[in-house]
């Protein structure tokens, strides 16, 4: 009966929570706006997304044309000559599924363990009499304020004093925790009520078993979150892969897309890179990200604006 009464209230602050966020993510909100600044906002985020979605359009279509046609300069909103040559030439002639594997092991591998220790970390953070606690959460606060790039030569010493240079594990290990998204998980541990933890304490429980049987389930919008911001952070991930790659066998699809569409306007003779080549390789590097978000922007909303609402 205990757990009952325990759990009635939390449901109540969820309820709330959610039809804040359904308040705020349906614009209802700017029903008091002026039916023509309404219509102007409207006109500019249709602009807006012009701007984003013609450019990944255009690409599409150059890369589903043939070579001669993808030559032509301009614009394009329908392919000609349509082919998938560019595909089979990128995939296969030139190599594109071994950057592509690398990226999928670096970004799985990755995020799994940045969720996994951010998770961890997060919920030491919410330990009641856990010492120094506002020293650490300081501490977090002031490795945010430092720019990565200001690290970037100790970490490249670090990896080569460590012989991970020209590896796959130097990709995996770059970022591995982060600041922000140890606070966020805190913040999402916060919400679950005390109570529970200490019901789960009397019952026996330990530390892990309460994170993962308790917390780390009721907080799925804000693993949703840290997974998705670390995933694309990690799929598109460039600099560190340019400090720390040099092979070619190991290069990731950034590095890959940068000497498929860059380093082949340098070079010259018979074997050229056409553009449905390079926008078919393109297309493959974004296909990924297009497909899984979907899945998961319903929990990335969630995520944002229950982190955002103060109880």
């Not at 953070?125 to 720019?147: E, Y």
């Not at 306007?265 to 074997?271: F, I, L, M, V, Y």
């Amino acid at each position: 009966m205990q757990s009952v009464k325990t759990l009635a209230p939390v449901k109540s602050r969820r309820e709330m929570k959610r039809q804040q966020q359904t308040k705020l993510w349906s614009g209802s909100s700017d029903s008091r706006l002026h039916p023509v600044l309404r219509t102007i906002n409207g006109i500019f985020l249709i602009l807006l997304s012009a701007t984003m979605i013609l450019p990944i359009w255009n690409s599409l279509v150059i890369s589903l044309s043939g070579s001669l046609a993808s030559m032509q300069p301009g614009l394009r909103f329908l392919p000609a000559d349509f082919s998938l040559e560019g595909y089979r030439r990128v995939w296969t002639a030139m190599e594109l599924w071994r950057p592509f594997l690398n990226n999928v092991i670096v970004t799985f591998a990755g995020t799994i363990l940045h969720v996994l220790l951010c998770s961890m970390a997060g919920y030491t953070l919410i330990i009641q009499h856990f010492p120094f606690k506002k020293w650490l959460i300081g501490f977090l606060f002031v490795t945010m304020t430092v720019p990565s790039e200001a690290i970037l030569i100790p970490l490249y010493i670090v990896n080569k004093e460590l012989g991970l240079l020209n590896t796959l594990s130097a990709l995996v290990l770059s970022g591995i925790v982060s600041g922000f998204s140890i606070l966020l998980m805190a913040s999402f541990f916060r919400s679950v009520p005390y109570e529970m933890q200490e019901s789960a304490r009397v019952d026996g429980a330990g530390d892990l078993r309460i994170l993962f049987r308790l917390y780390l389930p009721l907080a799925a919008s804000g693993i949703a979150t840290v997974t998705l911001f670390e995933f694309v952070s990690r799929w598109n991930q460039f600099t560190p892969a340019l400090m720390y790659i040099s092979d070619s066998s190991k290069y990731t699809l950034q590095l890959a897309l940068r000497s498929l569409i860059i380093l082949s306007d340098a070079t010259s003779g018979s074997e050229i890179t056409t553009p449905n080549v390079r926008m078919a390789g393109v297309m493959i590097a974004m296909l990924p990200l297009l497909v899984i978000y979907p899945f998961v922007q319903r929990y990335f909303v969630q995520g944002l604006t229950a982190g955002a609402v103060k109880e």
